[in-house]
Every structure is written in C-alpha cells, then in structure tokens.
C-alpha cells in the first residue's frame, strides 16, 4: 500500500471515530512520523496531503529538511510544519535553528533556556508528561510542568520586549507505556486530558492540546481528547534501522 492510500485509511478511521464523539476530523492533526524515512518517501507524504511532519532525531531531521523543502511546490511550502517529537537534549538544540515550528518534548528549565537562546522563530511547545512514571521515558511531573509554564511566561516578556515571537505553550504530550493491547494506554490517554485541564486551572490559562495516540491506538486516543497524533508505521511502514 503508497502513502496515499494508507493516508485515506487513516483519514477514514477518524472520521469514523469523530462521527461516534461528535469531533470535528478537521480538529485532529496528523503528524506523520519520518524517523528513519527517506526525504523522497516524505516528499511523497507531503504532495498526498500530509502537512504536518515529525523527526525524533535533530541530526537526521536537518539534511531531510532541506531535501523535502527542495522538492515540494511553494503553496506546500508555506505550509509544511515540521515537530521534533524525540527526546530532546539540551545540547543539540542548537543544531535546529529555525527549522521546526512545534517542540513536542519540552520537559526540563534547561531545555526551556536553551531554546530562548536558539530559537527566535514562531515555536509552540508541548510539555512532556512521564505518564507512566517510567525512568526510562522522559517527561515530568505535573507540578514541574506548572513551574515550567511560570519560567516560559517569564521569558515570554523578556521576548515580547525585545520584539520576538513568543514561544507558545501548546499543551501536553505523552508515551504511554508499551503494551500489546491498545485498549492499554486508554487511562494514561484520559490521564493526560486531566492533567492538562488540573494545569489550565491552577494557572488560569487555556491550553488546548493533546499530543498522544501513535498507530496502534490513534482511535483511543482521539476518544480520549488527543488533538494531535502522531502515525509513523501505518503510514510509512514498519522503521528500518539498518
């Protein structure tokens, strides 16, 4: 099966899902995630309608970037987004310039002061909830979060004094942990809806987002609330490592 008919596939399961919660399909952003794909397998997803693309890794992400930018129309062009959905360490975020417009991982002041420093372009952030309390998992707490969010609007001000664009806190993200059964991750799903709603309250604000559902389990995740999912392998195919 090409990228476009497992697009059409994918676009037909959430409007099926949508249509049994009463969601708008146009609410839900798919991401398709690239990690180990070719630029020419992603160009292929872009011309098909996928306009939003997710990279796990900075150093694979930035030649693939350009590669794609080269071979897409202007109209794709402008409006082609890419997320950085990997861990994200502090010392390679150097390296992304002005290149992506959504950081789906953000879960550490460092990262935070880092990219005050780097980025100057429109960025909207997702702060990474370890929801499954898994050592081995980035993310954070939900009162580190909320620290986080007093840090952001803090060099939020500074940035809006000196003329650039804020950086946008978009919502949570989250990995559930691993199981064979998508019916699984469904509490965590939930958990993150709840997590950013006890946020909004403690803070006052009105963030909207939730990054969560990958290929496995989109479906639940959008019954849950997820506003962003992130599809690599029903889309591109199993990842290849070699």
């Known amino acids: 099966m090409g990228v476009r008919e497992a697009l059409s596939g994918i676009r037909a399961r959430i409007n099926e899902v949508c249509g049994k919660i009463s969601r708008d399909p146009d609410d839900i952003t798919i991401i398709g995630i690239s990690k180990t794909k070719s630029a020419e ?36 062009k402008k409006k082609l987004k890419w997320h950085f959905v990997g861990r994200l360490q502090s010392n390679k975020i150097k390296y992304m310039g002005d ?6 991982s953000v879960d550490s ?16 952030i997702f702060f990474e909830l370890n929801i499954g309390d898994e050592q081995s998992k980035g993310g954070a ?17 500074a940035r809006q004094k000196n003329g650039i664009p804020v950086i946008n806190p978009m919502g949570l993200m989250c990995i559930p942990p691993y ?3 998508p019916e699984h991750s469904r509490p ?13 309250s403690a ?23 997820a506003t962003h999912v992130r599809i690599g392998t029903l889309l591109y195919g199993e990842r290849s490592y070699n």
């Open 41 to 76: 397998l992603v160009t292929e997803s872009v011309m098909a309608g996928i306009t939003n693309i997710g990279e796990s890794y900075i150093q694979e992400a930035m030649p693939k970037i350009d590669k794609v930018s080269e071979n897409i129309p202007w109209d794709l």
């Open 99 to 104: 290149s992506f417009s959504y950081i789906h």
């Open 109 to 124: 002041e460092k990262q935070l002061i880092e990219i005050n420093k780097r980025i100057s372009s429109e960025l909207g």
């Open 141 to 157: 707490g939900s009162e580190q979060i909320i620290n986080l969010i007093d840090i952001l609007y803090k060099l939020n001000d």
């Open 179 to 181: 199981s064979d059964s």
């Open 188 to 200: 965590y799903f939930a958990g993150l809806r709840e997590t950013l709603e006890k946020i909004n």
């Open 203 to 225: 803070l006052g604000i009105k963030m909207q987002n939730l990054s969560m559902g990958m290929s496995g389990d989109f479906d639940i995740a959008i019954r849950e609330g």
